[in-house]
């Protein structure tokens, strides 16, 4: 069964560096997505990427984050200036149209230092 | 403004028990529902979309009441498998996913 898939599975970073996270999607899906998940809370929606480009975003994707297609099979999250309240889990997610069920990776534990 | 609310729970049940989850969902607009398992510090996986007419697979069955924004989740025969939380999750065009805080579910011997 075709998966998303995400790397690092864990990054350990200085405050005040920046992150990439890396996605690989699921081939035939069209929407992408990041979530983030503080430890103990509920999952949030950061972003949905269509076509190239951003699609929604949530208040929480502010000019720290941007996501990038750099090819035809990669999604990437980059998170400038990490903060101590960056460390989360976060989700990589895809669906092949937008009210679809959503698939996610198992997700890269992002811990700021 | 809460907009996916559920009973955090735990529920603690013994195996072969019936239990029932519940959910309610404040933007009347939302188009698409799900049930979601997530495992400790894993990812969300899908279980089950909910349609009105209420939807079955083997053992769990979903509802949704859209009158009255809410959604329920039935486990029957439950296993110690079943141990997981499960996310009641919301799609709103231009949010995407609405995630609850979930229903932690403890299934014992």
Redesign the interface.
Same mark, same amino acid.
């Given at each position: 069964e075709p998966e998303v898939t995400q790397t690092p599975s864990h990054q350990v970073t200085q405050m005040g560096q920046e992150v990439i996270l890396r996605c690989v999607p699921i081939s035939n899906h069209l929407y992408f997505y990041w979530y983030r998940q503080i430890l103990g809370q509920k999952v949030e929606f950061l972003v949905s990427f269509y076509n190239n480009e951003i699609s929604e975003k949530s208040e929480i994707f502010d000019d720290q984050f941007s996501v990038e297609r750099p090819d035809g099979s990669n999604f990437t999250l980059k998170i400038r200036s990490t903060k101590l309240e960056d460390s989360a889990m976060y989700f990589c997610a895809s669906s092949a149209l937008g009210d679809q069920p959503q698939h996610f990776g198992d997700g890269t534990r992002l811990s700021i230092l | 403004r809460k907009e996916v609310e559920q009973d955090p729970g735990p529920f603690n049940v013994p195996e072969g028990a019936t239990v029932a989850f519940n959910c309610t969902y404040s933007n009347s607009a939302s188009?698409?529902f799900?049930w979601y398992r997530?495992d400790c510090? *894993?990812?969300? *996986? %899908?279980l089950m979309?909910v349609y009105s007419s209420g939807n079955e697979d083997g053992r769990f069955t979903a509802q949704l009441n859209r009158a009255s924004q809410y959604i329920s989740l039935l486990i029957r025969d439950s296993k110690l498998s079943d141990s997981a939380t499960y %996310?009641c999750v919301v799609?709103q065009?231009?949010?995407? %996913?609405?995630?609850?805080?979930?229903t932690t579910l403890s299934v014992s011997s």
């Open positions: - | 188009q698409s799900f997530q510090r *894993k990812e969300p *996986k %899908l979309s %996310l799609y065009a231009g949010t995407a %996913l609405i995630f609850g805080k979930g």
